[in-house]
């Protein structure tokens, strides 16, 4: 009878020592967030500097006007992520890093798209970069391969263009032009050295790698190729010219 009296007459002092400490938690949290928010609010924190790096072919300016980043503000107050997926909505981008440097700054690492190819579209061209994202109008053609045909324009067809140009640089080879054509013929890659190759749809494009030791041959034989069809399994079809 004793026991049961004393442990009535404890549970109220344990209810209120929870709500005590529950009341202390509550406390602290709302005078941190004060903290918080006063100390980044201090002029000390404001927006002195935006610091811009990895640009090639774009202007800082022109970054700068696509985040118009409002000054005298926090540095705090700024959505990093956003300021990132900002700068990434522009085709021409391909990655971006937004940091905080204490106590004023904001930096900005970009990793601009770089044109791998030409596209012939609509009789211009067009600058592509590895993944086949369309970049800007060519003004001034450089020595890049030219990927022409209105299949290529399927953003398939031009992965697989742009794969094949890849492995045929890998390979010591120099494409010049590389044309999605209708039918078994697929993709098909002019060579500088006036050399067609013929993938098909890109099936066999791992049997590139034969086409330097071929054209090699051929060379010490004073022969010339006119065309190399990897188009079937194991078999490698060579027509030289005439």
Known sequence: MRASKYRSSLAPHRRSGKV????IFIVFTFLTVLMVRFTVSLP?????????????RLSKDKILGWINLPPQTSIFKFNL????????????VKKVIARRILPSTIYILVKERVPYAYLLKQGDLWEVDEEGVILNKVKEKKNLPVIEGPLCLEKNNLKTALKAVKLAKRAGLNPIRIRAEKKEEGIVIYLKQKVKIYLGRGDHLKHIYYVPYLISDAQKRKEKIEKIDLRFDEQLVVTPKK
């Open 20 to 23: 005590k400490i529950f009341f």
């Open 81 to 92: 992520n956003g300021i990132a997926k900002k700068i990434e909505s522009n085709p021409q």
């Open 44 to 56: 000390y924190f404001t927006l002195q500097e935006i610091q811009i790096d990895g640009l090639e």
